[in-house]
């Protein structure tokens, strides 16, 4: 099947590159010609474990191909994915600009029957939106063309996406058009070999579908925070606890880990973008609001025990394990080290920061500082440091050679964000070890 995906992010290029693993003929169409010239040159713009392979492997069988082309990607598809960027608006709503310009563009340049989906994070009744934008495209060119517009949202997690796409636990598809039902149930037939995962519903379901899974779990992340609070005042384990209630099977283990919040494209961007589109409706969703409010709280609860443990940290120099908001990844956006980077250099500290793939954007994102030392190693990171912050779970982190570390360090004080280690072990070795709700 011929397909289009318009947009090279996260989300398009993946979608793109599993598709044309499965034997489909994609066009990847992006308006930045930077980015296509890259990919075309098989550079791959974003860090994604097993991505290059597969888009190596096919451009080089020819089923898969980019463009800056609007035109060309309108022409090519049955099937045409939206899978632009939604970034927030300075209120919180999504911004629809991206998804709207490619469904006029679309509109535009299409010459016979097209399946439009819409890939990309978007409110409720942004399928309206869209198909709107095509007939008005349409109407312009004094055209009649049969379309039909879907929703298909994505549910790919940063560093296992390959997998997630290739073997999906669910298909959603909005649609409320049998032909266009059955072009989407055949292009992802073959991801399902071993039983049915599509589930259809409205266009407007699916929509609500992918915002309300990202709060849910947004939700979870919150919720475990503020228990940590609480197991820390009375004295309690909160892996204990995690261990206790995740053993329920109605409650389940995902996302109940204690930590320093959630970052990332997604679940920040979502859980606002939701509460605005609510609030439009009359609906404030006080739940998420407090999701939100121990979120960013939680960002900075590393540099809170460092303070309560130093007084100052004016002159300090701290090691920082972890810059990406999650492992797999060098994706920055929202990550809870960049609300400690920012605490530790507004309270007067100097940081010394290690990430297995993240150095780069980091230096994107904040250029060179005299308060900030970028490393090449774990050790590199805590030479000479007062205290050692971990706020990414790499799995190089998991089994850090104690001994070598003290004997690295100023000051034998670690504060991990990501709760890695029993205490008991770490404190062994002659540390101070502070975690997330853990006596």
């Not at 850090?400 to 570390?405: A, R, V």
Request: charged share 25%; proline share 5%; with cysteine.
């Amino acid at each position: 099947m011929k397909v289009t995906v318009i947009g090279t992010g996260y989300v398009g290029l993946v979608t793109g590159a599993c598709l044309a693993d499965m034997g489909n003929d994609v066009l990847c169409v992006d308006v930045d010609t930077h980015k296509i010239d890259r990919l075309r040159a098989g550079e791959i713009p974003i860090h994604e474990p097993g991505l290059e392979s597969v888009v190596q492997r096919n451009v080089a069988a020819g089923r898969l191909r980019f463009s800056v082309d609007p035109a060309e990607g309108a022409r090519f598809g049955l099937v045409q994915m939206i899978a632009v960027g939604t970034p927030p608006d300075e209120d919180g709503s999504a911004d629809l600009q991206y998804v709207l310009a490619a469904a006029r563009a679309i509109g535009r340049h299409m010459p016979d029957y097209r399946v439009i989906v819409d890939k990309s994070t978007v409110p409720v009744g942004t399928a309206d939106a869209v198909e709107t934008a095509v007939r008005e495209a349409l109407a312009d060119r004094g055209a009649a063309i049969d379309f039909c517009v879907a929703s298909n949202p994505e549910f790919l997690k940063e560093g296992d996406a390959i997998d997630d796409f290739m073997k999906p636990d669910r298909v959603i598809l909005g649609v409320e058009d049998q032909r266009a039902e059955q072009v989407l149930r055949t292009l992802y037939q073959p991801f399902q070999r071993n039983h049915e995962r599509t589930i259809t519903m409205s266009r407007r379901a699916a929509e609500l579908t992918k915002y309300a899974a990202n709060a849910m779990l947004a939700t979870r992340i919150s919720f475990m925070n503020d228990l940590a609070r609480l197991a820390e005042r009375t004295g309690v384990d909160i892996e204990q606890v995690r261990r206790g209630i995740g053993s329920d099977p109605r409650i389940g283990w995902s996302f109940l880990y204690a930590g320093t919040g959630y970052g990332g494209s997604c679940f920040p961007k979502d859980v606002r973008a939701l509460q605005r589109s609510a609030a439009e409706h009359g609906v404030p969703l006080r739940i998420l609001a407090a999701v939100e409010e121990v979120n960013e709280s939680q960002k900075t609860v590393l540099v809170d025990k460092a303070r309560a443990h130093f007084g100052s940290l004016r002159g300090l120099r701290i090691g920082l394990w972890g810059l990406a908001f999650k492992p797999n990844t060098d994706d920055m956006r929202e990550a809870p080290a960049r609300a400690i980077l920012e605490a530790l250099w507004a309270e007067g500290a100097t940081v010394q920061a290690y990430d297995p793939v993240a150095r780069e954007e980091c230096r994107r994102l904040y250029g060179e500082r005299t308060d900030l030392t970028l490393v090449d190693g774990m050790l590199d990171a805590v030479r000479g440091a007062d205290a050692l912050m971990i706020a990414t779970e790499w799995k190089e982190f998991r089994s850090p050679p104690f001994d070598d570390i003290r004997a690295s360090m100023l000051r034998p004080v670690i504060f991990d964000g990501r709760n890695l280690w029993e205490p008991d072990t770490v404190r062994a070795h002659g540390f101070h070890y502070g975690s997330i709700g853990r006596p």
